[in-house]
């Protein structure tokens, strides 16, 4: 190595070490990371979608208290959606949860839970349109467009990005933080009038009762409130669900 490439070399180290901290300051790599991410957010297949909501609906499952087979609500739901493992070009799998909580949800793999508080307060109609609700989210679309809105977002890029591939493992407070903006998170007026049009000719296709929908959305609105009822927090207004879907079934 001569001189000249030891003045080159000092020259590149001093530049190196002067240049660091504005690099940190401009935090480039923070904007490439928001842009890259924003990218896989709205290129998300299907498969990876599955995969994410494959690894939070067995957290919850392993989270809450899934009614055994035994369990007089586990009988009950059963019954009630014989017929519906494949419906409507879906896959879906129902459970109960035990927990006096008044809530359902669904998630875009399929996974649909009730939760006995609201078999508890409800008739066997009015629980089948909770499930046809449930069932419009997932056909809608709702919850992969809610989980592209949370890959946007830190907490999430962060374990996306240290996993190999987009459907890779996520930690468990990845998956809760997931979670709480995926189901947890209020659906709009519109999500919700979707889902309860989807619910009305899920009831009339399957010869139940519609009346069962208004019903059930006139207890829910009772229940208003109520805080054991998470249904209505993350599916609002039902009292003016319930005077629509009214004037539609009469
Ligand atoms: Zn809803």
Redesign the pocket.
């Known amino acids: 190595m001569n001189r000249r490439d030891l003045i080159s070399i000092a020259v590149l180290a001093s530049g190196i070490s002067s240049v660091a901290p504005v690099w940190a300051q401009f935090n480039f790599g923070k904007v490439l990371e928001a842009g890259q991410d924003l990218a896989k957010a709205e290129s998300i297949t299907d498969e990876e979608l599955k995969g994410y909501f494959d690894q939070m609906s067995a957290q919850m499952d392993q989270q809450n208290q899934v009614a055994p087979g035994s369990s007089p609500y586990a009988q009950r739901l059963s019954k009630m959606v014989i017929g519906l493992q494949n419906y409507d070009k879906l896959r879906l799998n129902f459970k109960v949860y035990l927990t006096p909580q008044i809530n359902a949800f669904a998630m875009a793999n399929g996974t649909i839970r009730v939760y006995s508080g609201l078999m508890d307060q409800f008739t066997d109609d009015e629980i089948r349109y909770v499930i046809g609700?449930e069932i419009g989210?997932v056909k809608s679309g709702h919850s992969k467009s809610r989980m592209q809105a949370a890959l946007r977002t830190s907490a999430l890029r962060k374990g996306v990005q240290s996993s190999n591939t987009r459907a890779g493992a996520l930690a468990n407070t990845e998956l809760g933080d997931l979670f709480e903006k995926v189901i947890n998170a209020q659906?709009s007026q519109s999500n919700?009038r979707e889902?309860d049009d989807y619910a009305l000719g899920f009831m009339k296709n399957r010869k139940y009762n519609p009346k069962a929908c208004v019903s059930a959305l006139d207890k829910l609105a009772a229940l208003s409130g109520d805080t054991s009822s998470s249904f209505l927090s993350t599916?609002p207004a039902p009292k003016d669900r319930a005077d629509r879907l009214r004037s539609q079934v009469a």
């Open positions: 609700h989210h659906h919700e889902a599916h």
